[in-house]
């Protein structure tokens, strides 16, 4: 396995909501269209694919970071706290595939 698919396993952590998104096919555009920011997905308990930008140690530590995205306004995004959470990094597979044709 590469290591860019590995996951990080956190007890408390502060991240900034992009969107969730039934399948994975629907969180791709996301994903390309901030492909140069550090995004990070996982299934929630509902079985969505949620996409996260950065890792923080605290809310006051994120809140700077609620408009570094271009239109990261529009996507609602907003700071959640997690406990007890294994993140990591997003790819966008279609992508990765593609590139390799």
Do not use: W
Request: a positive charge; one cysteine or more.
């Amino acid at each position: 396995m590469s290591s860019d698919l590995q996951a990080a396993q956190y007890d408390r952590v502060f991240t900034i909501q992009l969107g969730a998104y039934r399948t994975a096919e629907a969180r791709a555009e996301l994903i390309e269209k901030y492909r140069q920011f550090p995004l990070y997905c996982r299934r929630n308990s509902r079985n969505a694919f949620v996409v996260y930008y950065g890792v923080f140690e605290s809310y006051k530590d994120a809140h700077p970071h609620l408009q570094d995205l271009p239109g990261q306004d529009k996507l609602g995004a907003y700071i959640v706290k997690l406990d007890n959470v294994s993140l990591k990094p997003c790819i966008n597979l279609a992508s990765k595939l593609q590139s390799l044709i």
